[in-house]
């Protein structure tokens, strides 16, 4: 039995969820590999916010320290942010060692090329944690629909504009009331922006789109609405006729130009993503062979994040690891 080092940027919500899941699931991880899993290295701001896990040896501000232990295998990389995430991600990649990526701004931005650059150096870079959280669409299209084109991609990717718009229906807040509840929750951030307007949803919607087909819409040809403009009294009128206003990111080709959008869209009892509520996400695929196929599960949130981390750690060890021969 051999070990298998990690180390993980970051260690916020997801960082935390990834060094949690790695502990609880110790026995299974090596049912599955074969290889104990240990985290070797913590690369973080500020030490001394960590200073109650009483492991000091385990803590660095100094990126470089992974980069030049040649023990460590792979990063897990839960880091806000294009930088400095992008260049630790493109270092790691040239030193050799596999990444395993949560950042969906990062990635929307420099996916393509960070994939072109893990191809480049022989190793393999994760980012199914990108998307849905915890939702398996990245491997559902990579590994299960090989056969079918995809011609359609509809989805609610956040979690907090979602919990919103729930809650507005449901309980008869306005919108700002439900922000505030969403934020004492701790499901919408101090500064909620990113989600209520929509850009979210586009960094996600963009690294569909390049691992759908293999390229990105023009973003400034990309319609992106937010829902703060919603009222109570429009939800409740809705909902009167059995509809309900859901924030859609939709993706499809158009006489082979890509199209995308997001927006509130008014849905109906019979649409797969009608029932979809609180801070779910989904994501409904249409594919040339097998039709609609729905995949539904929660967006976001440490363990969510931190299993699509690992399930995507599994998939790059099992591709990699050189078999031992037979004696």
Not at 132 to 140: K, L, S
Not at 183 to 194: Q, R, V
Not at 241 to 268: D, F, G, H, M
Not at 296 to 310: D, E, K, V, W
Request: glycine share 8%; with cysteine; proline share 3%.
């Amino acid at each position: 039995m051999g070990k298998i080092n990690i180390a993980l940027l970051g260690f916020g919500t997801v960082g935390k969820g990834v060094y949690q899941t790695i502990h609880t699931h110790q026995h299974h991880l090596l049912e599955l590999l074969g290889d104990h899993v240990e985290v070797s290295k913590i690369v973080v701001e500020n030490i001394d916010k960590h200073s109650r896990y009483n492991k000091e040896e385990l803590f660095t501000t100094h990126f470089q320290k992974v980069l030049d232990d040649p023990d460590i295998d792979v990063i897990f990389e839960a880091i806000v942010g294009i930088e400095p995430a992008v260049t630790y991600v493109k270092n790691a990649l040239k030193s050799g060692k596999h990444v395993i990526t949560a950042n969906k701004e990062m990635f929307a931005f420099h996916g393509k090329e960070l994939k072109n650059m893990a191809d480049k150096h022989n190793v393999k870079i994760g980012f199914e944690a990108t998307t849905g959280g915890g939702i398996p669409v990245m491997q559902t299209i990579e590994h299960l629909l090989q056969t079918n084109y995809i011609t359609k991609t509809t989805a609610i990717l956040n979690g907090t504009s979602n919990y919103i718009l729930t809650e507005m229906r449901l309980h008869g807040l306005s919108f700002s009331e439900a922000l505030i509840q969403a934020k004492k929750l701790g499901i919408a951030e101090a500064d909620p922006t990113n989600d209520i307007e929509g850009y979210d949803a586009f960094y996600k919607l963009m690294i569909l789109s390049d691992h759908i087909f293999g390229e990105q819409p023009c973003w400034q040809s990309v319609k992106r609405q937010g829902i703060s403009h919603l009222t109570q009294e429009q939800i409740k009128e809705w909902d009167t006729c059995n509809q309900r206003i859901k924030s859609i990111a939709t993706l499809y080709l158009n006489n082979n130009k890509i199209e995308a959008s997001i927006e509130p869209l008014i849905l109906n009892e019979n649409d797969p993503l009608f029932a979809i509520e609180g801070v779910e996400n989904a994501i409904t695929l249409e594919g040339s062979i097998v039709g609609k196929i729905t995949l539904s599960g929660p967006g976001a949130g440490a363990l969510p994040t931190a299993s699509a981390m690992i399930e995507d750690f599994r998939l790059i060890y099992s591709l990699t690891r050189t078999p031992v021969e037979s004696v």
